[in-house]
């Protein structure tokens, strides 16, 4: 997951992820010009890491800009060959992401990209896990344990914003 907070420790981040992992970007407080012209440098690098990209939009802007899928709350989407990826926080909103190829509960734990927000923790992350019926991700508060912890309980895999640029 992309966030303005990361500056430029996000391109070592990007050099550093696994090759079979994916980017979210985000970047929300930009300009459209200046979010349009970060993401193509994003892109860029995700394309020459072989590395998924997903833009937090409309599977219509992703699509024109080039992307490989979005994220979002959509309801009724047909993509295409588009990947829909969703966030669900609770039950109700992993009822309403059934479209989705991919699922990002969070928080898993306390987050600073969260203030005051607490974490589902375990018990409240399995139970989503075990309904989902999708691939999901565990985002929040993700560190080497944590993320160990929540792909044993059988998580197709974790994201990170914080946790993968230094403090």
Same mark, same amino acid.
């Given at each position: 997951?992309?966030?303005?907070?990361?500056?430029? $420790?996000?391109?070592?981040? @990007?050099?550093?992820?696994?090759? *079979? %992992?994916?980017?979210?970007? !985000?970047?929300?407080?930009? +300009?459209?010009?200046?979010?349009?012209?970060?993401?193509?440098?994003?892109?860029?690098?995700?394309?020459?890491?072989?590395?998924?990209?997903?833009?937090?939009?409309?599977?219509?802007?992703?699509?024109?800009?080039?992307?490989?899928?979005?994220?979002?709350?959509?309801?009724?989407?047909? $993509?295409?060959?588009?990947? @829909?990826?969703?966030?669900?926080? *609770? %039950?109700?909103?992993?009822? !309403?992401?059934?479209?989705? +190829?991919?699922?990002?509960?969070?928080?898993?734990?306390?987050?600073?990209?969260?203030?005051?927000?607490?974490?589902?923790?375990?018990?409240?992350?399995?139970?989503?896990?075990?309904?989902?019926?999708?691939?999901?991700?565990?985002?929040?508060?993700?560190?080497?344990?944590?993320?160990?912890?929540?792909?044993?309980?059988?998580?197709?895999?974790?994201?990170?914003?914080?946790?993968?640029?230094?403090?």
């Amino acid at each position: 997951m992309t966030d303005e907070r990361q500056g430029d $420790a996000l391109w070592d981040a @990007l050099e550093t992820m696994p090759r *079979d %992992g994916g980017i979210v970007f !985000r970047h929300y407080s930009l +300009d459209p010009t200046a979010r349009r012209a970060v993401f193509e440098q994003v892109r860029h690098v995700a394309r020459r890491r072989g590395l998924m990209l997903l833009l937090a939009g409309p599977p219509s802007q992703a699509r024109i800009w080039g992307a490989d899928g979005a994220h979002g709350r959509f309801s009724r989407i047909k $993509a295409g060959t588009m990947i @829909l990826s969703a966030p669900v926080h *609770d %039950g109700a909103e992993l009822r !309403r992401a059934r479209h989705a +190829d991919l699922i990002f509960v969070s928080p898993v734990f306390a987050t600073r990209s969260h203030p005051g927000v607490k974490g589902l923790g375990m018990a409240g992350f399995r139970p989503l896990l075990a309904q989902s019926g999708k691939p999901v991700i565990a985002l929040g508060g993700m560190n080497a344990r944590r993320a160990e912890r929540v792909m044993k309980s059988g998580a197709y895999g974790w994201a990170a914003i914080d946790g993968l640029t230094p403090r």
